[in-house]
């Protein structure tokens, strides 16, 4: 059974940092691309960060460039998201994702096959 497993969600004040890990089990995705999506409540679920298979390219939305870093290790089947200078806005539900297709990395929620159950994070003014 293929699982994605997010952690390090936590309640943080505004300006402050955070890492999300997101572990993975059942199967590698060692070639497949990977990403973080959020949702906040009544919202659609948006586009954080991507991350290509070989970790050579990644892409932001724009609200977190500069901000956020994602990572993966291949070697460990995790990935990770290190949010810097947080503000309110990114007080959130944070999900993990992984593609299903090899060598391809997607950016929008319905090209991500699996899906972990979410962190949250909560920012405190």
């Known amino acids: 059974q293929v699982q994605l497993v997010e952690s390090g969600g936590r309640l943080v004040q505004a300006g402050c940092s955070l890492r999300l890990s997101c572990a993975a089990s059942g199967r590698t995705f060692r070639n ?8 906040a409540p009544g919202k659609e679920r948006e586009f954080v960060a991507a991350i290509s298979w070989h970790s050579l390219t990644t892409y932001y939305a724009d609200s977190v ?3 956020f870093t994602i990572s993966r290790d291949n070697a460990k089947n995790a990935m990770w ?4 200078t947080l503000n309110p806005e990114d007080r959130v539900v944070y999900y993990c994702a992984a593609d299903l297709r ?17 962190t949250q994070v909560t920012v405190s003014s």
Do not use: P, V
Not at 32 to 39: E, K, N
Not at 102 to 118: L, P
């Open 65 to 67: 460039k500069g901000r």
């Open 102 to 118: 090899t060598y391809y990395t997607g950016t929008h929620s319905y090209e991500f096959h699996y899906w972990g159950q979410g």
């Open 32 to 39: 497949s691309g990977m990403g973080w999506f959020r949702q």
């Open 81 to 84: 998201l290190q949010m810097n």
